[in-house]
């Protein structure tokens, strides 16, 4: 028999942005921040060594050649923003919500410019020598001449320079690297997002090409991040340093808009928001909070993308597996259904009538 969901309030976009409205804000401020960051100067004077008295390189890991760039870093940012984005898109196929594809979108949104702002603050204030350094720098210094400072002379600034202006400055911010940070931002959420829609680790054993799913954003971000390292844009710590930016961006991003990050029982749900500082009095209808508790009914926000496994039955709650349970709003005893414990929102483990004991038939549906 087909489930029978229970109707949302029709959408209103004039309270969804009074309600996001401060968040849109900050949002275009940050990017603004960002942008003006991105285009100073570089605000240390960075010394460098060139050469030993025998007229020998010290550091030939900053001379390779000026190559053209494999992946651009805003093909990286388009690549980083619509793949997530088209993701969450299709699954509106069956969420069916303006409000779900709006705020999942500005959760993308938010783990991309908090990274992005993260990391050009530390190019404009650390920064570091890119491996084409000294073909952009072209100094005017002959091998073996020693009149620098420092330990044996040999240190040198940006003032024996004869190269761009601007190519020196870009080679003097190569951490951490933009391309990886927004690289694995954008698709590290997308990641976590089809892990949640398509319960990849769940209470079932899914379908092969989901977990292919799951990980092909991860190899894209990976190729992404790789590909600098081919064409000297960066050097290895400076793609590592922007992947964990990235990475901690979207993680925080994801849970501040969903219930959870692993646990498959509420990880395809919104965090709800009824007020905010242009809509002080909590909207009608919708709840202050999250409960971690079994609704009354079922709405299509409550379930995800997928109907594989019990997810197609639609109509029973339990709890996880143990290391998944909260234990909020487990009523007595932490159970729900008969008995299953960490009792919330999530459907059974364990828990249909028509799949006791593991021997009932599995809806094989996507």
Same mark, same amino acid.
């Given at each position: 028999? &087909?489930?029978? %969901? *229970? @109707?949302?309030? $029709?959408?209103?976009?004039?309270?969804?942005?009074?309600?996001? /409205?401060?968040?849109? !804000?900050?949002?275009?401020?940050?990017?603004?921040?960002?942008?003006?960051?991105?285009?100073?100067?570089?605000?240390?004077?960075?010394?460098?060594?060139?050469?030993?008295?025998?007229?020998?390189?010290?550091?030939?890991?900053?001379?390779?050649?000026?190559?053209?760039?494999?992946?651009?870093?805003?093909?990286?940012?388009?690549?980083?923003?619509?793949?997530?984005?088209?993701?969450?898109?299709?699954?509106?196929?069956?969420?069916?919500?303006?409000?779900?594809?709006?705020?999942?979108?500005?959760?993308?949104?938010?783990?991309?410019?908090?990274?992005?702002?993260?990391?050009?603050?530390?190019?404009?204030?650390?920064?570091?020598?890119? &491996?084409?350094? %000294? *073909? @952009?720098?072209? $100094?005017?210094?002959?091998?073996?001449?020693?009149?620098?400072? /420092?330990?044996?002379? !040999?240190?040198?600034?940006?003032?024996?320079?004869?190269?761009?202006?601007?190519?020196?400055?870009?080679?003097?911010?190569?951490?951490?690297?933009?391309?990886?940070?927004?690289?694995?931002?954008?698709?590290?959420?997308?990641?976590?997002?089809?892990?949640?829609?398509?319960?990849?680790?769940?209470?079932?054993?899914?379908?092969?090409?989901?977990?292919?799913?799951?990980?092909?954003?991860?190899?894209?971000?990976?190729?992404?991040?790789?590909?600098?390292?081919?064409?000297?844009?960066?050097?290895?710590?400076?793609?590592?340093?922007?992947?964990?930016?990235?990475?901690?961006?979207?993680?925080?991003?994801?849970?501040?808009?969903?219930?959870?990050?692993?646990?498959?029982?509420?990880?395809?749900?919104?965090?709800?928001?009824?007020?905010?500082?242009?809509?002080?009095?909590?909207?009608?209808?919708?709840?202050?909070?999250?409960?971690?508790?079994?609704?009354?009914?079922?709405?299509?926000?409550?379930?995800?993308?997928?109907?594989?496994?019990?997810?197609?039955?639609?109509?029973?709650?339990?709890?996880?597996?143990?290391?998944?349970?909260?234990?909020?709003?487990?009523?007595?005893?932490?159970?729900?259904?008969?008995?299953?414990?960490?009792?919330?929102?999530?459907?059974?483990?364990?828990?249909?009538?028509?799949?006791?004991?593991?021997?009932?038939?599995?809806?094989?549906?996507?």
């Amino acid at each position: 028999m &087909p489930v029978q %969901y *229970a @109707v949302h309030p $029709p959408f209103r976009f004039v309270s969804w942005l009074r309600l996001h /409205g401060l968040d849109l !804000i900050t949002m275009a401020a940050m990017g603004a921040i960002g942008l003006g960051v991105y285009q100073a100067d570089p605000a240390p004077s960075r010394s460098f060594p060139l050469y030993f008295r025998d007229g020998e390189v010290v550091y030939p890991e900053f001379a390779y050649p000026l190559r053209k760039e494999i992946i651009p870093i805003y093909a990286a940012a388009l690549i980083a923003f619509f793949a997530p984005f088209l993701v969450v898109c299709i699954v509106q196929i069956r969420r069916r919500s303006i409000d779900d594809l709006l705020t999942t979108t500005m959760g993308i949104l938010k783990g991309l410019i908090t990274a992005a702002v993260f990391q050009v603050f530390l190019k404009w204030l650390i920064g570091g020598l890119r &491996p084409h350094f %000294y *073909a @952009v720098c072209k $100094p005017n210094i002959d091998p073996g001449t020693v009149s620098g400072v /420092g330990f044996e002379s !040999i240190m040198y600034d940006r003032t024996v320079c004869t190269g761009d202006r601007d190519e020196i400055n870009d080679s003097l911010e190569s951490f951490p690297s933009g391309h990886s940070t927004a690289g694995w931002a954008g698709l590290f959420f997308m990641a976590l997002y089809i892990n949640a829609q398509l319960k990849v680790m769940s209470e079932h054993n899914p379908a092969y090409w989901k977990m292919i799913a799951t990980f092909a954003p991860l190899l894209g971000a990976t190729l992404i991040s790789g590909a600098l390292t081919i064409d000297e844009f960066h050097n290895w710590y400076d793609v590592v340093a922007g992947a964990i930016i990235g990475i901690c961006c979207a993680t925080v991003a994801f849970r501040q808009t969903f219930a959870a990050v692993l646990d498959f029982r509420f990880n395809h749900i919104l965090l709800p928001r009824a007020s905010s500082v242009f809509l002080r009095h909590s909207t009608s209808g919708l709840a202050l909070s999250f409960g971690y508790a079994l609704p009354a009914e079922i709405s299509r926000l409550d379930m995800p993308f997928t109907r594989e496994g019990a997810w197609a039955l639609g109509s029973r709650y339990t709890g996880g597996a143990p290391s998944d349970a909260t234990g909020l709003g487990a009523g007595s005893g932490g159970a729900f259904n008969g008995g299953h414990g960490g009792g919330a929102l999530g459907l059974a483990e364990a828990g249909n009538a028509g799949l006791k004991n593991g021997h009932g038939h599995h809806d094989r549906r996507i």
